[in-house]
């Protein structure tokens, strides 16, 4: 009776523990996955893919971020703002996390250095944007950066990141710069064919709005002024203001023509989210290189060097004909006058 007892009891500890054990806390794998986009004021998700704001000295502008932990465990993340650059090839990118920054991402401010989210929730996050009085119009590029937090520092810098463009009110101007134009002629073995110019050069933003821009490249004759070979080239990047990116590009099918003049033309644009509001002037750089034909100059030069070559032989044999012919008038006056003296 006592073991039937104990069987009993036993089941029905087991009945009581199997939803226990099913609603179990998920095993850790280690791996940690989280993700963040821009939030409505009342912390929904909206249609926006970064922050686009507008401010003036000294206000402060408020925002949220949704972070989302799609890890299976919770974790703490490290939230901060920081400052924006490009990259050499004009990528947009972040300050190294050990790097401080100077301008909107120590303006940015948080209630807490580091969230702590449970495995797939997600949280809205406030912050807000302080303006210093002293802080210079135009626009200040950053971006709010969620990182994985070990202990008290961020060991590996592995993390996720929303843009964040702040216009401030006042004097805007929207001004690029093609500089540092620097071209060279490559030819070709056909002494009547075309060859390929290349030109480098660096667009640089002088101005305090971040711009992108279209671009051509012109090749002309720098003495006739005749359009020997022009392109389209793909669009620059957005470059932020006081930022500046070498670039490269080449076109074929320029005839050597002696001295060229290379152009980069850039027609400057602004964000379509985010307008300058005037005309933006557009830019140019240009240098003068010389592509002479020296296949064909060779060739005339040889067919010139044969041509005076037998015009020599020409003159040559035409002098010893007329020497011949003189020799010949005098030996027969000789002769006449030989016969006038015997008659």
Do not use: C
């Not at 947009?92 to 100077?102: E, R, S």
């Not at 949280?123 to 303006?131: I, L, N, R, Y």
């Not at 002293?134 to 993390?159: I, Y």
């Amino acid at each position: 009776m006592r073991r039937l007892f104990a069987l009993v009891a036993a089941a029905a500890m087991a009945a009581v523990l199997t939803p226990a054990a099913a609603h179990a806390e998920p095993v850790d794998d280690g791996n940690r996955a989280w993700s963040m986009r821009p939030g409505t004021p009342d912390g929904k998700p909206d249609k926006r893919t970064h922050y686009t704001l507008q401010g003036i000295p000294g206000a402060a502008v408020e925002e949220k971020v949704l972070v989302t932990n799609s890890s299976k465990v919770p974790a703490s993340f490290v939230i901060y703002g920081t400052d924006a650059f490009n990259t050499a090839t004009g990528a947009f990118d972040l300050l190294p996390a050990a790097q401080k920054p100077t301008d909107i991402g120590s303006w940015m401010q948080f209630q807490a250095p580091t969230i702590t989210i449970d495995a797939g929730a997600t949280v809205a996050v406030p912050f807000k944007v302080v303006v210093p009085a002293n802080a210079t119009p135009g626009d200040h590029a950053g971006g709010v950066v969620v990182s994985l937090a070990t202990g008290t520092d961020v060991k590996v810098d592995t993390r996720v990141a929303v843009r964040l463009y702040l216009r401030i009110a006042g004097l805007l101007r929207p001004v690029l710069a093609a500089q540092k134009v620097e071209a060279h002629y490559a030819g070709v073995s056909n002494p009547f064919g075309s060859g390929t110019v290349t030109v480098s050069y660096t667009a640089e933003n002088t101005g305090n709005i971040r711009l992108q821009s279209r671009a051509k490249l012109v090749v002309k004759s720098a003495l006739t002024g005749i359009t020997l070979a022009e392109k389209k080239l793909p669009d620059l990047p957005e470059l932020l203001p006081g930022q500046r990116v070498p670039h490269q590009a080449e076109v074929g099918g320029v005839f050597p023509s002696g001295p060229l003049t290379v152009r980069i033309e850039l027609e400057p644009f602004g964000d379509p989210e985010q307008p300058v509001g005037q005309a933006v002037p557009k830019a140019e750089g240009h240098t003068t290189i010389w592509a002479w034909p020296w296949l064909l100059l060779v060739a005339l030069l040889i067919l010139g060097t044969g041509a005076g070559f037998l015009v020599r032989r020409w003159l040559i044999r035409r002098r010893l004909a007329r020497a011949e012919a003189a020799a010949l008038e005098r030996r027969r006056a000789r002769k006449e006058s030989k016969a006038g003296a015997a008659a």
